[in-house]
Nanobody, 122 residues
C-alpha cells in the first residue's frame, strides 16, 4: 500500500517562494507527480519525477520557476516553487503511479495525498 502525505502549503505574496513536501511510503510506482487543482478547474499536472532514473518533467506554466526533487534518505519528494503568481493559487496534490511521457494524465495515478492549499496574493 502506498501512502502520501503533503505538507508545506500556505499563503505568500506574488513573487515569493514556498516548498511543498510529500512523504511517500510503499514502492509500487515509477513516478511521483505534483498536481494542482484551482477552484472550478480540472486537476492538472505540474511536475513529475521518475523514481528510477530521477528524470523530471514540468508543465510549461512552471518551467524555470518550480523544481521537483527527491530525498531518498527521508523518502520525500519536494516541490520548490519560486516567483509565485496569483494564478498558482490552488490545492496541490502529490500522486504516485505508473506513467511515462504522458505523466500529466491523472488516469495513471492510483495513489493520492490529501492535498495542501497554496494561496498567492497580488
Amino acid at each position: 500500500q502506498v501512502q502520501l502525505v503533503e505538507s508545506g502549503g500556505g499563503s505568500v505574496q506574488a513573487g515569493g517562494s514556498l516548498t511543498l513536501s510529500c512523504a511517500v511510503s510503499g514502492y509500487t510506482y515509477n513516478m511521483i507527480t505534483w498536481f494542482l487543482q484551482a477552484p472550478g478547474k480540472e486537476r492538472e499536472g505540474v511536475a513529475a519525477l521518475t523514481t528510477g532514473g530521477g528524470r523530471t518533467y514540468y508543465a510549461d506554466s512552471v518551467k524555470g520557476r518550480f523544481t521537483i526533487s527527491r530525498d531518498n534518505e527521508q523518502n520525500t519528494v519536494s516541490l520548490q516553487m519560486n516567483s509565485l503568481k496569483p494564478a498558482d493559487t490552488a490545492i496541490y496534490y502529490c500522486a504516485a503511479g505508473w506513467a511515462s511521457t504522458d505523466w500529466y494524465d491523472r488516469r495513471w495515478y492510483n495513489y493520492w495525498g490529501q492535498g495542501t492549499q497554496v494561496t498567492v496574493s497580488s
